[in-house]
């Protein structure tokens, strides 16, 4: 488990000390989907970071396991809303880049690479050229280079961000049926109420001028969807609508937060 005790964090900046997060705690589960969603600037992406360990609290504690995280590590793969392929390698190259790095042999990368393209749906493009694919095509191969060095927590920043409607719908299911056959823990930042809605299992709404906690819900839409029920009869259930404007409405109207009890631990 991940965890973030108290966590403040400011940064120095020229002018002033600007205090992005004070005193936030949560906890991400193995297995289950958290999403973050928050206004504009409320401090997701520094959150995210924290969790990386390409940030340190200012204080507080983030840990892993009751581990400091440190730096960077394995067990946490990050994807980030426009891809860092490399352009000049194929889609399957791209793929097995991090296991090198991981020192496996030559054919353990492209057996490792073909699994996860294979669980991406992006068999038939394992020696397409990066620039071929289309942008949901590249943020899937980016799905992919992550989930191949097998970190227990995918960190995504806003990964369907860039894509156009129709992909995005698209690319939220495949989210979740990736999410379903790996049994990975995700954090994933998000914009769209609709979106954290139908994926979390953990929705966490930060409220900005200090980014904090407002509230923490535990939801079952994305466990529907992966039992069976269609995206468009979960989307256009009357509790999905009514809950997508109780958080509109919360998002715009910051006091009317409520913390669900429970759902931090
Ligand atoms: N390295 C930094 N130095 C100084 N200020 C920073 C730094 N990184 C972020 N900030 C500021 O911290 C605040 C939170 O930024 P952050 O990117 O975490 O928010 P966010 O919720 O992810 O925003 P968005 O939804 O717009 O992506 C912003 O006001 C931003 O300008």
Known sequence: MIRLQSVSVTYPTTAR????????????????????????????????????????????????DN??????????????QSDTLLPWQTV??????????????????QARAREYLALTGLQDYADAAIWELSGGMRQRVSLARALAVDPRF????????????????????????VWKASGKGI??????????????????LLRARPGRVGSVRSLEF?????????ARS??????????????????LHPQADVVVEGALS
């Open 234 to 251: 979960i989307k256009s259930d009357p509790e999905f609508v009514g809950l997508r404007e109780e958080i509109l409405n919360q998002l």
């Open 92 to 109: 399957q190259e791209n793929v097995a880049f991090g296991l090198r790095l991981a020192g496996q042999s030559p054919q353990q990368r």
């Open 67 to 80: 581990r400091p995280i440190a730096g960077p590590g394995a067990e946490r793969g990050v994807v980030f």
């Open 222 to 230: 994305g466990a529907r969807f992966v039992a069976g029920e269609s």
């Open 17 to 64: 000390p600007v205090e992005v997060l004070r005193d936030l705690s949560l906890d991400l589960h193995d297995g289950r989907f958290t999403v973050v969603i928050g206004e504009s600037g409320c401090g997701k992406t520094t959150l995210l970071n924290l969790i990386a360990g390409f940030l340190k609290p200012t204080s507080g504690s983030a840990s892993i």
């Open 187 to 204: 954090f994933m930042i998000t914009h769209s109420v609709e979106e954290a809605l139908f994926l979390a299992t953990d929705l966490v």
């Open 154 to 177: 995918l960190l995504l920043d806003e990964p369907l961000g860039a894509l156009d409607a129709l992909t995005r719908e698209q690319m939220q299911e495949h989210l979740l049926q």
